[in-house]
């Protein structure tokens, strides 16, 4: 069993990197510029925190944080935001010269193909690697950028399933967790493929920006696991008061309505309010997921009052309890039984003494 959870967590770190290296390559082959690969140098933060992670927690995970994917943000992100500001030099070819370009590319890796199958030589083996890596070099480069973008949210994804589970979540939890995961992140790719297709967004850098800002926050949700993490109450805490109890009973709900309304569909509705209202891009896409956003922030602000009305009620009947768990001895007192007797009334019959009163003269009877 810690044979493969230190497997697992290898293999996920691996793809992480290799990922990683994809998108620092294609950086380079954009910009033309070779000093991009110390983007590269960025990997260093997750070899070493696999290092720690290895000899600490024997490839374990860590309670309510992934550092993990938290460094494989770091390591990917610079290179999709260089790939998106340099967009405008990102040209596809025509259909026409895509398909021949395609059909001589298919050609050469047959015939290289053909020939090491017949030598079996190391040399023919790295010239069809190479022949392989043109033809990828061939395909549209806003190709490469979207790919990039969805190959992204699938390794968030795929990777948060492959690490071993921490101390403290359980793989129902974490199932419930990567189902969020999902839905989670065809929005965030929705927002970003929408928004930035737009022309008028292109042709404003500072616009562009802005939306890879909110994209880049909207991530830093994929490292955190408190969206699933129940806590238990200790008893004290009811006698703390309201925000005590709420934060306490509801940390779950509370968290995951914090991260719709601060971190995705909030921002995301600001954001495309301002592109409707203000830059004049409108479109029925756009229109509808503005609208979205703002359903689903309504409903999370509506969940959020209902549950502050539920705890306030259930603070207000243990009042009540309480307070006649209190009134009961007072009474007691009153009539002349113990306040033991009055917890045990229901079940055994009191004998309850009667208070005497003077006896006049009209009741008492004459003596014969």
Known sequence: MEGL???????????????????????????????????????????LETALTLKFKRGRGYKWFSPAIFLYLISIVPSLWLLEM????????????????????KQDFNQTLISSEQTHGRGDLIEMARV??????????????????QTFLLMLIIGRWLLPIGGTITRDQLSELLLMFVGTAADILEFTSETLGEKNVRNNPTLVCAILFVWTWSMLQFPLDLAVQ????????TARGFPSLFFCQYSADLWNIGISVFIQDGPFLVLRLILMIYFKVINQMLVFFAVKNFLVVTLHLYRLVVLAMDVRASLQRQREVLRGEHSC??????????????????KEGLAIPLGTSPVTSDDSYPIP
Request: charge should be negative.
């Open 132 to 149: 392989f890596v043109n033809n990828l070099s061939t395909t549209c480069e806003k190709s490469w950028t979207l790919g990039l973008h």
């Open 329 to 346: 001895p007072a009474e007691s007192a009153v009539s002349g039984v113990s306040p033991e007797a009055w917890e045990s009334g229901s």
């Open 5 to 47: 959870v230190l497997l697992n967590a290898l293999t996920t770190r691996l793809l992480f990197v290799l990922h990683s290296l994809v998108g620092v390559w294609r950086v380079t082959v954009v910009t033309t510029e070779r000093s991009y690969w110390l983007l590269a140098l960025l990997n260093l933060l997750l070899c």
């Open 230 to 237: 129940q806590v238990t109450c200790p008893a004290s805490v």
């Open 86 to 105: 340099h967009h405008e030099t990102q040209n596809c070819i025509s259909q026409s010269e895509g398909m021949s370009q395609n059909t001589s590319s």
